[in-house]
């Protein structure tokens, strides 16, 4: 089989914009590697927009407006990614001005596939990016409302992202298919399992840069105000707020699991893709349990030993359901859980109709 030229470029940048990823989308089939991967870096031209220090809000709109309709196929992107590469802001990587400056080949990759994988992708950027604009300027230590409004963050960053991958293991796989509404809000707790496990290792990274997704109701009622807590310095009173996010973390997670054994058994690839992302996920928790007290998220980062123990046992047991149940129970040994509801797509429709007034 040949490989374009574009695919390959696909191939080389991913490795430098995820080691997570690159690790985890090759071992999908083919069909599917070529449009998830795809998937992922379009999610990251958005994001890269949207991080970047430089740009003022309006140019945000702008180029995310454009991003989009290249998505579609509405405008061409050469013009955008010759606008947009120098005006990035230096606090983006190497490997990140590259992906911007190759937009084109990304997007020409975007357009060779199916049209549903095509639907998938551009429902999935549309929607990550009214979020970013919604939560544009929104940033500040003081955190978030309440569990809801992380909820309602969490799916917009990544719960979105669950739902696309969804549409394409369904496209896929007719077995998954026919179980669409049932995997779908799995999906979206999947993602939020991710990503709150992401803010809670990030908490202190977030905080430099003017950030907090914390929810305030977790923390007032034990008398924390969030813009004034320091490294290190939260005491016990914050360490229970912490933990009390872990176990509804934790409770996304097994909803992760679920998702994934809801996978054909002998469909290795696929489960292993999220089965290395789940068990890392688990493994960061345990370390988040062990020392909520943190001030650096190098403290809570999980070894490579992990990592590959972690691809290791999971890749052995990716078709035993029984055996992946009891590995799963005995990594989460010991952690605090809080059951948490797999929404479904009245809450999600819900949350888009709010943010589309």
């Avoid at 999610?43 to 430089?54: L, P, Q």
């Avoid at 950027?125 to 979020?131: E, P, S």
């Avoid at 990544?158 to 809000?185: I, K, N, S, Y």
């Avoid at 489960?271 to 345990?286: D, E, S, V, Y």
Wanted: hydrophobic share 45%.
């Amino acid at each position: 089989m040949t490989i374009s030229a574009d695919d390959a470029y696909q191939a080389h940048i991913l490795q430098g914009v995820s080691r997570t990823f690159a690790l985890t989308i090759p071992v999908l089939p083919h069909a599917l590697y070529r449009a998830v991967a795809n998937g992922y870096l379009l999610c990251r031209i958005a994001d890269t927009i949207e991080d970047d220090a430089g740009l003022s809000f309006e140019q945000k709109r702008e180029f995310s407006d454009r991003f989009l309709r290249g998505v579609t196929g509405e405008e061409e992107s050469a013009g955008f990614a010759a606008e947009l590469a120098p005006l990035l802001a230096a606090h983006n990587s190497a490997a990140e001005r590259d992906l911007i400056a190759h937009t084109p080949a990304v997007l020409r990759v975007t357009h060779s596939l199916s049209e549903p994988q095509q639907r998938a992708l551009s429902r999935c950027v549309r929607v990550m990016m009214d979020g970013m604009v919604h939560y544009q300027g929104q940033e500040t230590l003081d955190g978030v409302p309440d569990q809801l409004a992380m909820d309602r963050y969490c799916y917009y960053v990544a719960g979105v992202v669950g739902e696309m991958l969804t549409e394409l293991f369904c496209d896929f796989c007719p077995e998954m298919h026919a179980r669409r509404e049932q995997l779908m809000p799995l999906a979206v707790s999947f993602g939020q399992g991710l990503q709150m496990t992401n803010i809670l290792k990030d908490i202190w990274e977030d905080r430099a840069r003017g950030a907090c997704w914390l929810p305030r109701s977790e923390f007032e009622p034990r008398s924390i105000v969030l813009s004034t807590v320091s490294a290190g310095r939260g005491g016990d009173a914050f360490s229970a707020g912490i933990r009390a996010l872990i176990g509804i973390t934790h409770g996304h997670l097994r909803n992760a699991l679920e998702y994934t054994l809801a996978i054909p058994a002998r469909e290795t690839g696929m489960r292993k893709f999220c089965l290395w992302a789940l068990g890392m996920a688990i493994l960061t928790l345990r370390k988040l349990d062990q020392h909520p007290d943190f001030v650096d998220g190098q403290q809570v980062k999980i070894s490579r030993r992990a990592v590959k123990a972690t691809v290791l046992a999971t890749s052995v047991l990716a078709a035993q359901d029984t055996l992946l149940r009891g590995l799963f129970a005995l990594s989460a040994l010991g952690l605090p859980h809080q059951a948490v509801l797999a929404r479904g797509p009245t809450f999600i429709e819900g949350m888009e109709a709010q943010h589309a007034l």
